[in-house]
Structure formats: C-alpha cells, structure tokens
C-alpha cells in the first residue's frame, strides 16, 4: 500500500530551527510537496521536490531523496507566524497526491 | 501563483437538505479539480476527482449518489451534498490543476466550512 510517515506534532522556540521528516511508500513518484495549512484554513504551497536534493526558499528549505524515499522540511529563524501544521504529499505514478497526516508546529516565545 | 475560489466558505443547513459548494479556478483553466474533506486534526481526505465533461472518479468509501460533482467547464466544478446530516458536517476542500501547470501542481481553494444540524 502507499504510505506517509510524518510526525504528529513537533515544538520549537522562536527563533531556532526545526526539521520535519517525512518519509514515504509509493506507487511511483512524480514530486514530493510540502503544504503549510493554518488551522481553519485550506493549505498553502511551500515546496516541490522532483530531483534529490536541496531546495531553497528563504527560511524554507526541502530536501529529498529518492532512493530513501525520505524528504524533510527545513524551517530556519522561527517566527510564531510557523505555528502550524505542515503537510507532505507525494504525487504517485498517476499524478494523485497521496496525504501525509500532517506534522502540528507549535513555536513558543 | 494561480487563484482557486470556493463559495460559500461557511454554511449551516438543517439536516435532510441538499447544499451546494462551487470552486472556481479565476485566472486559469483546470484540466482537473479535486474535492477533499478534512475532519478536526486530521489530515486531508480525497473524496473524488473530477476532469471537465466527464464523470468524476470517487474514491473508495465516497457515496456518489450522496457527494454529487459537476465538473461544467474548465473553470468550474460544483460539489452537492445531498439530504445532509450532521456526519456530513467537515471543512471541504478543492484543489484545482492547471492544464500548462508546472510541477503539476495543484492549486487549493479557501475550503467551505459546513455545519448540518
């Protein structure tokens, strides 16, 4: 079966750094996403990762490897704006995005 | 990056009545939209995916007599859910795909809050 492990829920002091693993069992693999989603809201796009390696976007960075079927989230400078939850989601060989849990972010001050 | 609207985003209904969630792409044309629901704490729970002009593709466990989807034109898809109750009360999302999307991204909509009492 396809499956996504992430943490449930994670906590870190504003102002560090924290990393959210994920890891993953498809059937193919067209990218791996990382979504952040606010409570009460639908998610917001953060990463995409097709090739290993590191992607970097400000404070937010994505790494992957294929042959781990392992990625994680980088979030660098926390700010209590984070506090959230962060999705991963693999896109399988017929391009549906199979869901992670989800991983809760709380940041205290 | 793209823009998805869904309408309405809250709703309330009486339990045994039919409501309607519309999701729009506004500034590109989706090949594919998807409609999720997610419970409180828990992750997102693809329900169906639907291509323009064609039946949409439920997902095991989903009634598609009961989750009805309309996928009219590449910028509309509409959900219906019918003789509501309050199991049926979840946040809804969709999600939209563009047809010259890169990364075959998908972009989501506000999501619908509905309440059935």
């Known amino acids: 079966g396809q499956n996504i492990d992430q943490p449930t829920e994670m906590t870190a002091t504003e102002g560090a750094i924290v990393q959210i693993n994920c890891t993953y069992q498809?059937?193919?693999?067209?990218?791996l996403f990382w979504y952040q989603q606010h409570a009460g809201e639908a998610p917001t796009f953060l990463s995409y990762?097709?090739l290993d390696g590191l992607e970097e976007k400000g404070r937010f960075s994505s790494f992957l490897s294929r042959s781990k079927g392992y990625s994680y989230l980088l979030l660098k400078e926390l700010q209590m704006k984070d506090s959230a939850s962060y999705l991963c989601?693999?896109?399988?060989?017929?391009?549906?995005?199979?869901w992670g849990a989800g991983t809760k972010l709380i940041i205290k001050p | 990056g793209a823009v998805v609207s869904q309408h309405p985003s809250r709703v309330i209904c009486k339990s045994g009545t039919s409501v309607k969630i519309e999701c729009r792409s506004l500034?590109?044309?989706?090949?594919?939209m998807f409609w999720y629901r997610q419970f409180p704490k828990k992750s997102l729970m693809l329900m169906a995916t639907?291509?323009?002009?064609?039946?949409?593709?439920?997902e095991q466990g989903v009634e598609k007599d009961k989750f009805l989807i309309n996928h009219a034109s590449l910028t509309l898809s509409t959900l219906t859910v019918t003789s509501a109750h309050p199991e049926d009360s979840s946040f809804y999302i969709c999600?939209?795909?563009?047809?010259?999307?890169?990364?075959?991204?998908?972009?989501f909509g506000p999501g619908t809050r509905l309440t059935v009492l």
């Open positions: 999600s939209a795909r563009s047809l010259a999307g890169e990364r075959n991204e998908q972009f």
């Open positions: 500034d590109f044309q989706a090949t594919t």
């Open positions: 639907s291509n323009e002009g064609s039946k949409a593709t439920y």
């Open positions: 498809t059937s193919g693999f067209n990218g």
């Open positions: 990762n097709v």
């Open positions: 989601a693999v896109m399988d060989s017929n391009y549906q995005l199979i």
